[in-house]
């Protein structure tokens, strides 16, 4: 059974219309991760959520939010999508934030801008 | 430099056969190492971890080498569903679980 979800798998949006992703999880797992990944390179780490604790990463833009209302879910918001910013959006938990815990991952969101 | 080198690929080999990947990493202040497999438009899946002493998990062997700051990931007996691409992974300090991914090495197993 999928413990890390994310929806939709493939999102199509149009130049400059705000876009939500969303990642829940049933591993309650205290960290939630979100990553960008284009074609052929690393996933790159955009934030994370350490239970209620928002950290950013120092280059993501800041057309890149993230709500995380509960443990459960957690959200990525595009205020105005770009095309450089088309690439697989990856959802990850961790179960604390020690460096030796292992990150899940869900299926990832495709997102597409038109 | 990159934090975390790979070597891209792709390495083709035929199905039996050994093969090992190399992985390089800058910050002398990672603590913890992994290795992901990720199929084509999927998500990163964990192999394995890897522990100072080497570890071995069936078919797979990670090796780190701390002097070196280089890892490795040994598979033997290469099967046709072992094609994916192989990400090294090490994380930044071991205050936080922060990952640096590295680009990925591509496997491509032939009959």
């Known amino acids: 059974d999928a413990m890390v979800i994310q929806n939709p798998r493939y999102q199509v949006t149009q130049f400059g219309k705000p876009v939500t992703l969303s990642c829940s999880q049933t591993l309650n797992h205290n960290v939630m991760y979100w990553y960008q990944q284009k074609s052929s390179q690393a996933p790159k780490l955009l934030f994370h959520?350490?239970?209620?604790?928002?950290?950013n990463e120092a280059d993501t833009p800041d057309n890149f939010q993230s709500r995380r209302p509960n443990t459960s879910f957690c959200f990525l918001d595009i205020r105005s999508p770009g095309l450089g910013d088309a690439a697989m959006y990856l959802c990850?938990?961790?179960?604390?934030?020690?460096?030796?815990?292992?990150?899940?991952f869900g299926d990832g969101t495709r997102l597409s801008i038109l | 430099r990159k934090e975390v080198e790979q070597d891209p690929g792709p390495f083709n080999v035929p199905e039996g056969a050994t093969v090992a990947f190399n992985c390089t990493y800058s910050n002398s202040a990672s603590q913890s190492f992994f290795w992901y497999r990720q199929d084509c438009r999927k998500e990163p899946k964990l192999l394995m971890s890897v522990y100072s002493s080497g570890n071995e998990d069936g078919r797979f062997t990670a090796q780190l080498n701390r002097a070196s700051q280089y890892i490795s990931l040994l598979i033997r007996d290469s099967k046709l569903s072992d094609s994916a691409t192989y990400l090294c992974?090490?994380?930044?300090?071991?205050?936080?679980?922060?990952?640096?991914f590295g680009g990925g090495t591509r496997l491509m197993v032939k009959p």
């Open positions: 990850a938990t961790s179960r604390t934030g020690t460096g030796n815990q292992p990150q899940h």
């Open positions: 992974v090490v994380n930044r300090n071991n205050a936080g679980n922060m990952l640096t």
């Open positions: 959520y350490y239970d209620k604790d928002f950290n």
